[in-house]
């Protein structure tokens, strides 16, 4: 483990979403998942849950299709934000520098295996909630929306990649994520998936397999509310709402996080989510899946629609 | 049980609220329970929640003082409405024919032995969602609304009397309510509460001491959620709006019901309450608790601030 | 409404269930679904569940197949039972008065059109919890098991019916059973499932297609627990245990209950369950799904295994 | 930040428990907690929860009196094992090794600045699951036992302190802790309270102000179950087996996790907890609260009964 740069990375930061439909995209997470206006530039709304410490999470551009724009890390120092950016141009992974936006970054900019585009930062810039919304107790950052879903902030991030573990070896040698669980393609080498993170959360960046010839597509962002039974509440929320329900909610065997996915109005697949476990064992091994094992589904969680593995963002299937 | 008028009363129905301060008060039960405005007419708003079938339930109603203008129920059909006046009338309790209000009605007038006004109706309008109010799933009357407490319709309602037996007694006798759990006073002979049902509810009407002079107050109107995990929820909905909480969440030890209390803005005091049990039994005794019984608390409940018994609505403290 | 008997079943009583594997079946209600035995009579082991008042609820019965002995519905009265045989012998489905069998009874057993047994009875045993099983809170019947799943009480049957409506139309003729929902057969005639209560509960009696040519089988008995994070929790209790989680837990689109369903080791398929709607309108009418409409499964429920509709017990399939 | 050890603690780890009354106690834990016992020794007793991956978690020692014997931390590795011993020799706080037990350890056992032991330990032995409690999921340590409130881990740590500040500073500087929340007292200098972490979690080990002139007391041990909704389960489990609930189930100010408290029967407080926040900023500073802010309650949270400060094992007051 020695040369593991462990710990640079804090956590899953700001991140950006295409969409062709931003009105109905921007309602869709203020109305039905609670999450607050901060700011408007031209086509880009800027959006915090309230759970957000920072002054904003999520960034929806309007654009000619749906897609991510970039995922990001922010890292625990500006030390090891210097240090991250170092290693990856030794790597021969050199990126390039971002100015700061609406009060964070600036960032470093660059590409996962797949193509898809990252961000790391330090600097950031804290919510400070005005009067009318300071929550009772005043360490949450916050009030308690009560609107829709009313997440709380960012869980995971599901990517599509070409080649799995490839993308998943790239974040464990340059930035000491871990991985907790990984399964098998059935010739046995390959990879499908792998749920990594960089803190005692079960997973905060998870790969699973293109089937496409794509790169650099998102299969889906998740946001966290604080129960099984808010899941099971939102899933009302959103089927009455028009939203259909794409699937869930139940329990996923991998991570055993609860889960309901919809897609937003401009084609992106969301999760709501709940759960998966802490892993606390400072040397833990991945747990490593056959792929009859995991086709088998131990456990209770339903089956997942056929097309649930194939479509992303962007849609390629047209 | 063979004089009891069983079944003769099918639900609390549509009920009444006077508030010093309308438009907060209208906006704690919109922004803050989930409801919905119907109508406005005057001084007076008509309310109603999701899980309403009738188109309205609350009707909130500028005031010089908060307090309780009626609640009613409606009966299982225009006969049995007919016999329960007629029951009236015989028993030397006249009342009097209020015309209908807003589609529901008419109504048959009369007071409790403690001088609340209740009301009896059979004739209703059903609520017909509109299309963007339509849930999901068709046996729904109206969409989710995901918006604060969300509260799913009126559970009960807790009047303040100076003589609890009195009052229980009125209801059993001329209205075939079953009595739940009765609350000895120290005296061994008086009652200071008693929770009452038309159905196999755990209770829908309670009475409880008023120990001030006055009659015909409020203790409390309940909503229901539909759950623990939501009426904890609720809590921080309600104190991050700035409302405060009087009491719980916690379990009451009479019914079992889990209880948030606050205290609109007009100073009604409404729960927002959840669980409480069913009564299968047709042949159920009521539970009489000894004074010395009810007051160590059995089980997990919490204690209930000094006030909560002696509060209602008219305030008479002043 | 005028003619018919309402009221006069107060609740789905005890109920009797064959199992070629007794011992296993036994096991499987007592650690994990967390009943009690009360007493054992040679092949016959009698059941409480901790939310019963009456002494036993389910009796099993070893035998050379899984199925159904019988169901049973309480009366309201000793008078009401009388007048529900009286209406059986006039309308020429006469039954024959069945003992009383420890302490429950004596019953009056006949049959439904599809040849299930039904036994009614008013005469019971209450139970009265020895010390050690005494609850915290005295309206309660005894002390919360925390074993398994700890159901609370039976909460509904479904029986395989070769003609849904015929059944249907039995109970609420004879029996003032109302009925909740209907779902249509693809010839827009006949019925393909039922819902059916005697109280404002949205489901005590379902009645489902049968889709062999095999007439009086269960397709399960359903067990109540308090939330659906019990549901959930209850998914782990049984998988981890080995059983396999047939279907769930997930939602219904009718009556909208929360379901799991597991089958015991003997072949009965058994649910836990909790929710499903409260009826409250005394002059609701049934709602009555198109074959089309009911196969849309609106709102978010999962899809059901394929032999979900067609195993029951006796297992004919062989 | 530069001199923090940061990251060196992976976890608390084993603990152990003195009772008089040890067969009680293990009961408790056993039937009532949910978790198993792995091994005895003598008067000692190795407990394990469902959720530990190291073997055993829990020593309850057989003693003439209530109170913990020794609180431990797991380091993230050998390496930070020695550089943790290495860093207590130069502060002038030297310990002792002590060898392994039951296949955990050798430790390092050292004073806290109150008098608590504490251990360190890196080598640990995994536990591995006989066939019969396998889980469904083999990401999974143990099947879900389902029985009491099942208990998944040992969540956090709340010791006595007569210099509360004094014992924070100790592991903020000796091991990089972070501390979330402290409390001043009324004095505006010293504190009554600090919440402190190795990981994300928002509290693993707490101090509070010993109130009596005693040290090296126990506040209580808290145990982690999955929901809120669970808590109150729990509640029932504890309340019906006849344990007397001392606080909740309510939510704590500080932290934000909901909580429930019983005394074991060798009279050790336990908490059965859910909840509390996650910290992912890297740069958060402690929440310090004022006296008076702290006294205000602000939120839902009940009122703690008034011995729930004073009392701690081993009890001083006779």
């Avoid at 790597?91 to 964070?104: C, E, L, M, S, Y």
């Avoid at 869980?155 to 993308?167: E, S, Y």
């Avoid at 996923?252 to 919809?262: C, W």
């Avoid at 401009?266 to 709501?272: A, D, L, S, T």
């Amino acid at each position: 483990m020695s040369d593991r740069p462990a710990h640079e990375l804090a956590h899953l930061g700001v991140h950006g979403l295409h969409t062709p439909d931003p009105a109905r995209t921007v309602a869709y997470f203020v109305d039905l998942l609670g999450m607050d206006v901060v700011a408007v530039d031209g086509t880009a709304t800027y959006l915090r849950a309230f759970g957000d410490y920072e002054e904003w999470s999520l960034k929806v551009i309007g654009s000619d299709r749906a897609g991510p724009e970039w995922v990001s890390w922010r890292t625990t120092s500006a030390e090891a934000l210097e240090r991250r950016v170092c290693g990856l141009e030794l790597a021969g992974h050199p990126g390039r520098w971002v100015p700061a936006d609406r009060g964070i970054g600036p960032f470093y900019e660059f590409h996962d295996p797949d193509g898809h585009v990252f961000r790391l930062y330090y600097d950031t810039r804290r919510y400070v909630a005005p009067p009318d919304k300071r929550p009772a107790v005043p360490t949450g950052f916050q009030a308690y929306p009560g609107r829709g879903a009313a997440v709380r902030r960012l869980d995971h991030v599901n990517l599509l990649a070409r080649d799995v573990r490839a993308c998943r070896e790239f974040w464990e040698t340059g930035f000491g994520l871990r991985t907790w669980e990984i399964v098998r393609l059935a010739d046995g080498v390959g990879e499908s998936a792998a749920w990594m993170s960089s803190s005692i959360q079960g997973h905060e960046l998870i790969y699973t397999q293109e089937r496409t010839s794509a790169n650099g597509r998102l299969h889906h962002f998740a946001y966290l509310v604080d129960s099984r039974e808010e899941v099971l509440r939102d899933a009302d929320v959103l089927a009455d709402a028009g939203i259909r329900v794409e699937a869930g909610p139940s329990r996923h065997t991998a991570v055993q996080g609860f889960y309901l996915y919809t897609r937003e109005p401009g084609g992106n697949r969301i999760e709501i989510a709940n759960g998966g476990y802490l892993m606390f064992a400072p040397d833990a091994e991945p747990y490593v899946w056959s792929y009859e094992e995991y086709r088998a589904k131990p456990g209770w969680g339903a089956a997942l629609p056929s097309d649930f593995h194939i479509y992303g963002t962007p849609d390629v299937e047209g």
